[in-house]
């Protein structure tokens, strides 16, 4: 991003000020307008964890791995194949293709911003961290199909993964945890681009419609969406059930069957480029952003797991225009072929 951080202080006068100028007092939240802005300025840099730190060998290392399909059995497949930077990093689909033509259980999720994901990974939080995803697909007989021994063996036949793990740490011995480390390293690098939200947020009052300003006074107000999509990233890197999953669809429930409020829970995806996403949801199962849209409405499934936020909001067809101008000011300028921003290897800066 290349968003300039207003000061805390300058910025949060400045919002005020700005909010006054809008004119006369509209609904009671307007008058909130401000005080929600402040909660999305974007960050000021990439974090990386201690255990990983950044490297710009290492980081060339996984952009490397990760679009190439020498890690996969028979070298047809690679990461890229499902994150695509064309497609906000998903892949267009409702569910991930296996390799034997069907699909899976669960949609590719978007790997945007995953370095703010300070919990657990998946849609169920089945990986604990970053560096323990990548594994599983490269493994995965339906996906990859390649044993991690034989990934291992395959980098360290090849002279240029030899030189380029030698690089990025210190010797050429290839391993599946210099492996993940490399992987997670890129990763980090995918950032949303700035979007006209942020241009709103960081000042020009003309970056963003009225109708887009009234539907974020009801996504951080009467509609309650910011509860669980909170922040720059717009998720609470938490899990939620909102009333929609059924029968043994139940998410992190399964990894935590004594919780109750982890039933049918799964993780708050972002809302960065939403509206470039679709199908959504873990499953692909809502088509559109105007039946997502209807969906909250009606509230969901009420039962012992639904999330308190989730509950009958009866939108107005105004409203929920509204909200749809809102999530449509979270994509980058379309006249981007890609609307995200892959750092170059020495700038680990938003
Ligand atoms: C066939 C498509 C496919 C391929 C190939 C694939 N993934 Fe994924 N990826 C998925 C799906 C589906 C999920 C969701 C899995 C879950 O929630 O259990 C996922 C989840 C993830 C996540 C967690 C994201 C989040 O926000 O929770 C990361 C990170 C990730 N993949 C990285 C990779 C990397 C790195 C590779 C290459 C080694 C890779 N993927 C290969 C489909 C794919
Ligand atoms: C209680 C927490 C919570 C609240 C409140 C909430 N969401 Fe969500 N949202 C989630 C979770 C969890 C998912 C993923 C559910 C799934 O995959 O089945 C999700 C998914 C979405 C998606 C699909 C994104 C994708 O990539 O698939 C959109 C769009 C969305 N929410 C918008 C909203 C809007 C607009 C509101 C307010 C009307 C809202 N959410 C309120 C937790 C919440």
Redesign the pocket.
């Known amino acids: 991003m290349l968003v300039r951080l207003l000061t805390f202080a300058a910025g949060a006068a400045g919002l005020t000020a700005l909010a006054l100028a809008a004119g006369p007092a509209g609904p009671a939240e307007e008058g909130r307008r401000a005080e929600w802005r402040a909660e999305y300025l974007p960050p000021a840099s990439i974090p990386f964890p201690e255990s990983n730190p950044y490297s710009p060998a290492k980081a060339e290392l996984g952009r490397r791995l990760f679009f190439d399909p020498i890690l996969s059995g028979d070298q047809t497949r690679a990461c890229v194949s499902c994150h695509r930077p064309d497609l906000a990093w998903g892949d267009g689909r409702a569910r991930a293709a296996t390799r034997e033509g069907g699909e899976m259980d669960l949609r590719s999720p978007?790997l945007l911003n995953s370095a703010w994901q300070d919990g657990p990974l998946g849609?169920d939080g089945k990986f604990r961290s970053l560096e323990t995803v990548s594994r599983v697909p490269i493994a995965a007989p339906s996906n990859m199909n390649l044993k991690l021994s034989d990934a291992v063996a395959r980098l360290s036949a090849d002279d240029g993964y030899r030189d380029a793990f030698a690089a990025a740490f210190g010797d050429p011995a290839v391993s599946t945890d210099r492996l993940e480390a490399a992987l997670a390293t890129f990763e980090r690098l995918i950032v949303a681009g700035k979007a006209p939200f942020d241009r709103w947020i960081t000042g020009d009052e003309d970056a963003i419609p009225a109708s887009a300003k009234r539907g974020f006074d009801l996504?951080n107000g009467r509609?309650?969406?910011a509860?669980?999509?909170s922040g720059w990233s717009f998720t609470d890197n938490s899990?939620?059930d909102?009333g929609?999953?059924t029968g043994s669809d139940i998410g992190r429930g399964r990894l935590m069957p004594s919780s109750v409020a982890l039933q049918y829970?799964?993780?708050?995806?972002t809302?960065r480029e939403?509206d470039r996403?679709a199908p959504?949801?873990?499953?692909g199962s809502v088509a559109t952003?105007s039946a997502?849209?209807d969906l909250?409405d009606r509230g969901g499934i009420d039962r012992p797991s639904r999330?308190r936020?989730?509950k009958p909001?009866n939108l107005t067809p105004a409203e929920k225009a509204d909200?749809l101008a809102f999530?449509a000011t979270l994509t980058a300028e379309a006249d981007r072929e890609e609307t995200s921003t892959v750092f170059p290897p020495d700038a680990p800066k938003p």
Request: glycine content about 6%.
């Open positions: 978007t849609w996504f509609a309650g969406c509860g669980c999509h899990f939620q909102i929609t999953a829970a799964f993780k708050t995806p809302l939403v996403r959504y949801m873990h499953d952003l997502v849209i909250y999330a936020q989730i909001l909200l999530l």
